[in-house]
């Protein structure tokens, strides 16, 4: 049970990797990220599952600080937008060397 | 100042409790002189006159003195006056003319008192010198140098010589300088002159000579561009200073190898050192011969003896006192000094007899047609020196330090009473506003008839360099000479080969040019006098009216030289002519050389009576035919002033141009060694090197890096999160895979 809970979440992690490293759209790479914090709860489930509850605690918290990054990273998207009119990746490097 | 001097001599030392406790002050007194006449040299002191032109757009500044003195150039060279506008006299110039002479008087009694105080208590039968140390100036490691002061017969006649010509050209500089604007400035260099010479002589290891040494170079190099504000003086100044750090240079490494090979600097553990040294070793050859490249370049002897006939641009009393009697003879000193080194390295001394010898011909047969005055006495002062390091260097130590005494006597006196001369000179010229040069033999002829005083002193100096007996040349170049003939035939040097050739011979080679150098020393001071005071005169027909003899301060010290210049044979008579005390100054000296002497002889016969009556013959016969020769054949009477006269041709064309030995050191040192710096060392290493590629190159490479770095912030974030991945990757990979 454990193996399989831990290569479902795996695959998630992949695919939210894969979408951070590809994709060009924010708010898509955005929700990238919330597919890895997510996969990573999984495994943080499926231990706790074995070695006791301190795994879901963990899952609480990981919970609470992505919802106030997604509060606060979406806040910056629209911020983003309304500047440049654009969500685009590769059309926002103000902090380019 | 004088509870802090915690003088720590010897308490049981014959000395301690005389007048020699107050040692410390007889430098100390120039010192002082030097403090508050150079204070008032740089106070705003003048007068101000309307007559003067410096002062209108100038003002009262502080260094309204370097304005004057622009004004001031002295064609001549030589004396002083001023051409364009009235002379101004500093207003503090009575106080300097008080004390600049003042603390020469104060510091010539004071020796006076020690030397009296040394008479007293056993006088020559003081064996060990008394030292006074002041305090640990040099603590490091196993090497201890004190600040001391170390008395002894040797430092004693050195401090009379110094003090006591020196407060007698003080004296003359007060008539000879008082109109110059100038006047503390010269004072306060000459007083500091005579602090660092005292120092060079009572010093009591050889840093400290070195200070004194360094410091008379020094002074020499500020009073032979004290009229600056012409660059050919300026340039005689550079130029003999940087001749002489040749010489330092030499100095410098005698010292690191006594310190690295005896360990130690004071001349008392010098002396004690230098016992267990090989005889004639590879290490005592070398110290000695460093130590005569330092002499060759303070006394100027072949090759480093460029530097002192230009040094005839300053002042004519600073010739006198500075490059003729005191300052360059140091390097005698320092062999004097040194005897204990000397005598144990014969090939040294045989190196240092030649080049003194060398020099002694060389520079004689230059006198022969100098025309400026004071070119003459510079050549005849080069020649002399050479007599000088022939006698130190044939461990004849006291007739070295005899001749010293002497020459410092009469040279003193031919440089003020031609001072004196040129004095006259310039004032008639001024008079009259002639330009014609003041110095130029050529324009003179027949001053005995104007200057009687300075015709008589001159002549007995005159006839003490040529050695005529009885005056005070006479003995010590005889002395010289004789022991050098006497070394020739049985001697430690003598036994000792040079280039395969024994030093017997090398000694008679010596002997021979001494003879025949003093030949032409004879004629070419005969030479000098008959163009100068003899004949007609040329100074032209309204000048001749206006010249005359010099004030009384002026006249004063010359006399007092010239009855030195003729009786100061007296101080060491020869065994032949027992006319006082036999052998005073040797039996004087005999605690500081005796021993080295002794070793040098390596137990000679006495030369016998006939012989040295037949060389002391053959020395006369050789003067008086040097001023027959040039009674005989120069005539005044056909002499032509300098500007109608015509140019020297063949073998005088070399001697007027100095066999173009400045030529020769331009062409084969100056040149390259300027060419090398500006094309190798300047655009080369300093602009190239260090500059581009240290300098610049170091910035431009923080650049470069920096260019780099800043292309990795693409501010893309697909780019940033690439790498971020990968490097998590690596760091995984790093951890799990082993």
Known sequence: MLAEALFFSAVLFVIGVVGVLTRRNAIIVFMCVELMLNAVNLTFIAFAQAYGVAGQVFVFFVMTVAAAEAAVGLAIIIALFRHRQTVDLQNINLLKG | MLPLLQAAAAATHPLNGTAAQWLWAVPLLPLLGFVINGALSIL??????????????????????????????????????????????????????????????????LSAAIYVAMLGHGGSAIEQPFIQRYFSWMPVGDLRIDAAFQLDQLSMTMTLVVTGVGMLIHLFSVGYMQDDPGYPRYFAYLNLFVFFMLLLVLGGNYPILFIGWEGVGLCSYLLIGFWFSEKANADAGKKAFIVNRIGDFGFLIAMFLMFANMGA??????????????????????????????????????????????????????????????????????????????????????????????????????????????????????????????????????????????????????????GSVIFA?????????????????????????????????????????????????????????????????????????????????????????????????????????????????????????????????????????????????????????????????????????????????????????????????????????????????????????????????GFEKVLVNKYYVDEVYDTAIVRPVVGTSRSLLWRGIDVGLIDGLGVNGSAYFARFVGWVGSQLQSGQLGTYAWVLALGVLVVIGAVTIR
Not at chain 2, 58 to 78: C, I
Not at chain 2, 476 to 496: C, M, N, P, V, Y
Not at chain 2, 498 to 525: C, E, S
Not at chain 2, 541 to 550: F, K, P
Request: overall charge negative; aromatic content about 10%; proline content about 5%.
């Open chain 2, 44 to 109: 705003p002191a003048y007068h101000a006159g309307p007559a003067d032109p410096a002062l209108a757009h100038d003002g009262h500044d502080a260094h309204a003195d370097t304005a004057h003195e622009h004004a001031h150039g002295d064609t001549g060279g030589g004396a002083p006056g001023d051409d364009h506008h009235e002379i101004k006299r500093h207003r503090f110039a009575w106080l300097v003319s008080i004390i600049g002479p003042g603390v020469l008087v104060l510091a010539f009694a």
């Open chain 2, 265 to 418: 600097l004071d001349f008392v553990g010098v002396r004690a050192a230098a016992g267990s040294l090989e005889f004639g070793g590879v290490v005592v050859t070398a110290i000695c011969l460093f130590l005569f490249l330092g002499c060759a370049g303070k006394s100027a002897q072949i090759p480093l003896y460029v530097w002192l006939p230009d040094a005839m641009a300053g002042p004519t009393p600073v010739s006198a006192l500075i490059h003729a009697a005191t300052m360059v003879t140091a390097g005698v000193y320092l062999i004097a000094r040194s005897n204990f080194l000397f005598s144990i390295a014969p090939v040294a001394q045989l190196v240092v007899v030649l080049i003194g010898a060398l020099t002694a011909i060389f520079a004689a047969s230059i006198g022969l047609k100098q025309w400026d005055i004071k070119k003459v006495l510079a050549y005849s002062t080069v020649s002399q020196l050479g007599y000088m390091f022939v006698g130190v260097g044939s461990g004849a130590y006291v007739a070295g330090i005899f001749h010293l005494v002497t020459h410092a006597f009469f040279k003193a006196l031919l440089f003020l009473g031609s």
């Open chain 2, 425 to 649: 000179m310039h004032e008639a010229y001024h008079t009259t506003g002639n330009h014609d040069d003041a110095q130029d033999m050529r324009n003179m002829g027949g001053l005995r008839r104007s200057m009687p005083i300075t015709f008589v002193l001159m002549w007995i100096a005159t006839l003490a360099i040529s050695g005529i007996p009885p005056f005070s040349g006479f003995f010590s170049k005889d002395e010289i000479l004789g022991t050098l003939f006497a070394r020739a035939q049985h001697s430690t040097i003598a036994q000792a080969h040079l280039f395969g050739i024994p030093g017997t011979a090398w000694l008679y080679v010596a002997w021979v040019l001494g003879l025949a150098a003093a030949f032409m020393t004879a004629t070419y001071m005969t030479r000098m006098m008959l163009y100068t005071f003899h004949g007609p005169n040329r100074t032209g027909e309204r000048e001749r009216e206006h010249l005359h003899e010099a004030p009384w301060v002026m006249t004063g010290p010359l006399v007092i030289l010239g009855v030195l210049a003729a009786v100061g044979g007296w101080l060491n008579l020869p065994a032949f002519a027992p006319l006082g005390r036999v052998g005073a100054l040797e039996h004087w000296l005999d605690p500081v050389v005796g021993a080295s002497t002794a070793r040098v002889v390596a137990g000679a016969a006495e030369t016998s009576t006939s012989l040295e009556y037949s060389l002391v013959g053959l020395a006369v016969l050789i003067a008086v035919g040097g001023i027959a020769l040039a009674v005989a054949r120069l005539k005044p009477e056909r002499l032509v002033p300098k500007r109608e006269a015509a140019p020297e041709e």
